[in-house]
């Protein structure tokens, strides 16, 4: 671990210590001196206290409605759940029309509610903290609401949706399944090349009981010389004319193999650029390549899951571009 001699000095850093923490996505929303709904895309909420019922939401002194909430009398935290990920987006923007076509209503403090949020909570202000750049905004719940169903998460600048996750991997996983990973070294991707000169995805078979998918693609990994962080599932898939399955994760290299072992040719990077494509072992290998490079380009990752139907490849979650504080 490199410890950083002075936050002062690399805020990039900082941001990205601080992603490590997963949180939920919350809207928050008052109305201001003039009556307009005014809203945005949260992740900094958190109770604070059960006698009185406290929560807080913090605030960037840049945000657009700042001052409507700097001097708002009420207003509402809501929950948002998987399905609720194009909304949060649009509150993610400085769109002067977010709550065009949102369905809400209105609190008996006042504040709005959106419709279909997981969860809600109707707050008086109860206190503001200066922060630095930010303000605290501390409210006193007056009332709530809770709902049932799957959140939607934040996690190292990408949205995690858990139901989808949990609904690819319950594909029925036979025999003649991998375990697979999509690595990027610099913008590159580590491909590994087989015995039949093919490249495609370091990858494992689950055909024996020894240890989880994370034990498999460790113990791969270091026989293959290479370091990295495994993230999230990216895609579960049928190679149709192999017969075989790919459960497929994405990461990062923290350690890349050695040059002698690159050398060798059995280990590789490329970009979408000088990839050998046509060295592929199958068509589906190219769609899930080409997906990656798509996704990873625009910060949009998604999950995709084949029920083993001619190898196709159906989204099953998708998130939003880009998060804005």
């Given amino acids: 671990m490199n410890e950083k001699p002075s936050v002062d000095s690399d805020v990039k850093a900082l941001r990205g210590a601080f992603s490590n923490f997963l949180t939920g996505v919350t809207i928050v929303c008052t109305v201001d001196p003039s009556g ?20 807080l ?16 009398k009420s207003f509402s935290v809501n929950v948002l759940g998987e399905s609720q990920r ?19 209503r209105y609190a008996k403090t006042g504040a709005p509610i959106i419709v279909g949020s997981l969860s809600w909570f109707d707050c008086t202000a109860f206190n503001y903290v200066e922060a630095g750049d930010h ?31 949990a609904e ?20 590159r991707v580590l491909l590994c090349r087989g015995e039949d000169k093919s490249w495609t995805f370091p990858a494992a078979s689950t055909a024996s009981k020894e240890g989880n998918h994370q034990a498999r693609l460790d113990r791969l990994l270091s026989k293959l ?20 399955t790919y459960i497929v994760y994405r990461g990062t290299v923290t350690s890349p193999p050695s040059e002698a072992r690159q050398s060798s040719r059995k280990v590789s990077f ?13 068509p589906e290998f190219r769609v899930v390549l080409e997906r990656y490079f798509r996704e990873r380009d625009g910060s949009a990752f998604s999950v995709y899951g084949d029920a083993g139907l001619d190898g196709s490849i159906a989204a099953l979650d998708s998130q939003p571009k880009h998060w804005r504080d």
């Fill in 36 to 55: 307009n709904t005014r809203g945005f895309t949260a992740n900094s909420f958190t109770s604070v206290s059960l006698d009185p019922p406290l929560i």
């Fill in 57 to 72: 939401i913090c605030i960037a002194k840049t945000a657009s409605s700042y001052e409507a909430f700097r001097q708002c």
């Fill in 86 to 104: 194009e909304l949060s987006t649009i509150f993610a923007t400085k769109a002067p029309d977010k709550f065009n076509n949102v369905d809400i």
């Fill in 135 to 165: 303000i605290i905004l501390v409210g006193r719940v007056e009332s709530f609401v809770n709902g049932q169903g799957a959140p939607l998460g934040f996690w190292r600048g990408n949205y995690v949706t858990f139901e989808s996750e």
């Fill in 168 to 187: 690819a991997m319950r594909v029925e996983t036979p025999a003649s399944a991998y375990v697979s990973c999509l690595l990027d070294w610099q913008g």
């Fill in 225 to 244: 010389g290479v370091e990295a962080e495994i993230n999230f599932l990216f895609s579960v898939f049928e190679a149709a004319s192999r017969g075989e």
């Fill in 270 to 282: 490329f970009t979408d650029r000088d990839l050998p494509w046509d060295d592929l072992p199958a």
